[in-house]
T-cell receptor
Framework: QKEVEQNSGPLSVPEGAIASLNCTYS??????FFWYRQYSGKSPELIMS????GDKEDGRFTAQLNKASQYVSLLIRDSQPSDSATYLC???????????FGAGTRLFVKA | DAGVTQSPTHLIKTRGQQVTLRCSPK?????VSWYQQALGQGPQFIFQ???????QRGNFPDRFSGHQFPNYSSELNVNALLLGDSALYLC????????????FGPGTRLLVL
């Protein structure tokens, strides 16, 4: 079982729609959760972090965390073609220094 | 304010050779982590350096070693290169007070032939 699992996609949504990206993790000791965006040929960029159960909103992005189900998701509202990228879910243990990444989900937003 | 920089951008080596990759952290950052990203995969944690010491290591063999200098810059050394070492090598920096927010450099793309 992989430590962080994501559907590789591609996930294709029309412009203006909501894109929903999901991630599960195996280590119950995980305490910090992140979503990174990676454009093709570029390095990852942190877009959201979440530490408590529930929702966290930042502009068009909403991260959702459910520690009991070991599940993290990212919702992108009003998706734009510029959102087309690979979205990486990552987790970290409390007090740990190692960030564990999933393989990423490719998102394609059609104009 | 300069971001994280890495050099070189691309590198071609042959099996058995050794390589050194370099990273300068973002201004004000004192912690450097190194990751390996194979094609189609997420970054894999190699190790992290803080105060010139390796603080934690991922599941990588001893062929992978590193160093951090007093100015917080860092090097990643890989000995006895294998074909499977071909990947994008990413450096990420952070400040000790906010380890959760790390900034990635542009990466070094290594091809081993």
């Amino acid at each position: 079982q992989k430590e962080v699992e994501q559907n590789s996609g591609p996930l294709s949504v029309p412009e203006g729609a909501i894109a929903s990206l999901n991630c599960t993790y195996s280590d119950r000791v995980s305490q910090s959760f992140f979503w990174y965006r990676q454009y093709s040929g570029k390095s990852p960029e942190l877009i959201m972090s979440i530490y408590s159960n529930g929702d966290k909103e930042d502009g068009r992005f909403t991260a959702q965390l459910n520690k009991a189900s070991q599940y993290v998701s990212l919702l992108i509202r009003d998706s734009q073609p510029s959102d087309s990228a690979t979205y990486l879910c990552a987790v970290k243990r409390n007090g740990g220094f190692k960030t564990i990444f999933g393989a990423g989900t490719r998102l394609f937003v059609k104009a | 304010d300069a971001g994280v920089t890495q050099s070189p951008t691309h590198l071609i080596k042959t099996r058995g050779q050794q390589v050194t990759l370099r990273c300068s952290p973002k201004s004000g950052h004192d912690t450097v982590s190194w990751y390996q990203q194979a094609l189609g995969q997420g970054p894999q944690f190699i190790f992290q350096y803080y105060e010139e010491e390796e603080r934690q290591r991922g599941n990588f063999p001893d062929r992978f070693s590193g160093h951090q200098f007093p100015n917080y810059s860092s090097e990643l050394n890989v000995n006895a290169l294998l074909l499977g070492d071909s990947a994008l090598y990413l450096c990420a920096s952070a400040v000790r007070a906010d380890q959760e927010t790390q900034y990635f450099g542009p990466g070094t793309r290594l091809l081993v032939l």
